[in-house]
């Protein structure tokens, strides 16, 4: 869980920022910066509990339904710079989880075998795929983990 929750796991979320640094960058100096910044990150997650977040709860709720769920997402990412930050961070995300959590390799075989063919490996759907197998809840609650 650690492993996990670790900011500095590389799955490449450093190479997109959402628009932060453009976002800060088009407002005059005399604009408190702290204000931006939760101004910002208020609207990036809402923007991404309405765009991503279904699709975790998607996943992790029918496994067996990422190979389609994926396909989705990719068509309601419309940014070629989110789409590609996206694939990055989810194919790092599950040969992360292959490589340290997964004994059984029949878990989300149809889905890992299209990602490592190329197709697909959006994060959010990789995210729901590993929740659901590491017995993450959904809630708040205590949950088992890998």
């Known amino acids: 869980m650690l492993l996990l929750g670790d900011s500095a796991l590389p799955i490449g979320s450093f190479a997109f920022s959402s ?3 453009s976002y800060i960058h088009h407002y005059p100096p ?3 910066s702290y204000e931006l910044v939760i101004r910002f990150l208020t609207d990036s997650l809402r923007s991404v509990a309405y765009t991503t977040l279904p699709f975790v709860n998607a996943a992790h709720s029918t496994p067996q339904s990422a190979v389609d769920l994926d396909d989705h997402f990719d068509a309601t990412v419309t940014c070629p710079v989110a789409r590609r930050a996206s694939l990055a961070q989810g194919k790092a995300l599950l040969t992360i989880w292959e490589k340290a959590f997964l004994s059984d390799k029949g878990v989300a075989e149809a889905y890992r075998g299209q990602v490592k063919s ?3 490996g959006h994060f959010g759907v990789a995210w729901g795929i590993v929740s659901s197998h590491c ?3 959904k809630g708040m609650g205590r949950s088992n983990v890998c």
Do not use: A, P, T
């Open 19 to 21: 628009g932060l640094e």
């Open 30 to 32: 005399d604009c408190g």
């Open 118 to 120: 190329g197709v697909g």
């Open 135 to 137: 017995k993450i809840s």
